[in-house]
């Protein structure tokens, strides 16, 4: 059987030494360049196949933890209500004269209307004529009384003198009886006499007295009577005064209700005058801030570009579609040309929290379970966090996390199970 031969025979060496050592340089070089290459990509490697997620930083939000005062507030929506916007009535029935119209700015004092009222100064009229002439009457009722006292008096005087008369008269009798010069019966004449004076000048005593009591007290009721009416008149004159409508403050004119000349009835509106100077905001708060919410509380207003103090003077006790209506007052400095039913926005500072470890919130707290991501380099890594007190701006961060670290507080789309985050380029 005859084998098969090879070709060996038929090879021929082609020049070949150096050729092949020269192919065997270059791979050499070539192994060594990918041999550096993955030892320089080994640790991103690594780090790659250790996370999660791979997530790309342009598309990341990242807060840093700063210690700082943490402001719990409310922003709210309102409008400029007048605080002072009294409305005048008219005092008495009558006829009404404008001396102003809507619109019109006023000073305090300044005439608005007039009402003519003629029922009123008709009465007045009547009164002060009864004042005068019980005025008369007492004065008529005065001057009896000095002459009556005077005629007590005289009464009184003229009982005491002849009471005096019949004492001389009782000591002659008696001396003339210790002499024998009268009889028994001149001397007990004489003791009746005296004895009868001074009853008279008693009795004259004590009627003078009693009738100066009686005069005094007429006199008196006179007077109460005189001033009673006095005040009638008075309380009428300023009915009569009332009848003159001025403004109570410095402000506007923004509705009158009645027109020139109309007849009026008793108590029936006339003018509102809005005090430019008494404005505040009227807003509207979520119900869930309804229990927060406290009288003196503190806000800021924004008007235009600039901010004011204020602060809630009134809270509605309801709730209406979910909200509640505060009254904010200007504080200190109010803005200038504020007009009703201007809408401006507030802010109202429910707590403030000093000196706390805060972060700016994001989206990624809005699903927050207890965990945040952690920057470090290009690693986010999961730890667990405490929230505290939350504002508009900010959270507090309790537990879990120091000043100066790096959280991600963008959205992210992570589950339960993930623990660590590549960020790349």
């Known amino acids: 059987m005859t084998a098969i031969q090879d070709t060996s025979a038929q090879d021929v060496v082609v020049g070949g030494g150096s050729r092949s050592k020269k192919y065997t340089i270059y791979l050499v070089a070539a192994l060594m360049g990918v041999a550096g ?11 790659m196949m250790s996370s999660d997620k791979v997530i790309s930083a342009s598309g990341m939000r990242v807060a840093t933890i700063t210690r700082g005062d943490l402001v719990r507030e409310v922003n ?51 009164e002060k004529s009864i004042y005068s002439r019980i005025q008369i009457e007492t004065e008529r009722r005065a001057i009896k009384s000095k002459q009556l006292v005077l005629e007590l008096q005289q009464t009184e005087d003229m009982a005491k003198v002849e009471l005096k008369a ?48 009686s005069i005094e007290f007429e006199l008196l009721a006179e007077k109460i009577e005189l001033e009673n009416q006095n005040i009638v008149v008075q309380a009428l004159n300023r009915r009569v005064e009332n009848l003159v409508i001025r403004s109570p403050v410095d402000g506007m004119v923004g ?107 994001g989206p990624f707290f809005d699903s927050f379970r207890g965990k945040v991501f952690k920057v470090e380099g290009k690693i986010a890594r999961r730890v667990d966090v405490k929230l505290g007190e939350t504002s508009l701006r900010h959270m507090e961060i309790s537990s879990g996390l120091k000043e100066g670290d790096k959280i991600i507080i963008s959205s992210l789309d992570v589950t339960a199970t993930d623990l660590q985050i590549l960020i790349s380029e």
């Open 37 to 47: 290459l993955v030892a320089y990509a080994y640790p991103s490697v690594s780090e």
């Open 76 to 126: 709210t929506q309102g409008h400029i209500v007048a605080a002072n916007s009294p409305t005048l009535f008219s005092p008495e029935p009558g006829f009404v004269n404008l001396e102003i119209k809507a619109g019109d700015r006023v000073k305090a004092g300044q005439l608005l209307a007039t009402i003519e009222s003629p029922s009123l100064n008709e009465r007045l009229a009547r």
């Open 255 to 361: 509705n009158v209700q009645v027109k020139q000349r109309q007849a009026l009835v008793d108590n029936q509106a006339i003018i509102t005058v809005i005090d430019l100077q008494a404005f505040e905001l009227e807003a509207r708060v979520a119900e869930g801030f309804a229990d927060e919410l406290a009288l003196g509380m503190a806000a800021k207003v924004r008007v235009n570009s600039d901010i004011f103090d204020g602060e809630i003077v009134g809270i509605s006790p309801e709730v209406v579609n979910g909200q509640v209506v505060v009254r904010i007052a200007f504080v200190g400095e109010a803005p200038e040309n504020l007009r009703q039913n201007q809408r401006l926005s507030s802010r109202i500072l429910l707590q403030n929290v000093a000196d706390v470890l805060i972060v700016d919130r």
């Open 166 to 213: 019949m004492q001389r008269e009782k000591q002659r009798a008696d001396h003339a009886k210790r002499l024998q010069l009268i009889s028994e019966f001149d001397l007990e004449k004489a003791h009746d006499d005296f004895a009868r004076a001074s009853l008279v000048y008693q009795q004259s005593k004590q009627n003078n007295k009693l009738e100066k009591e």
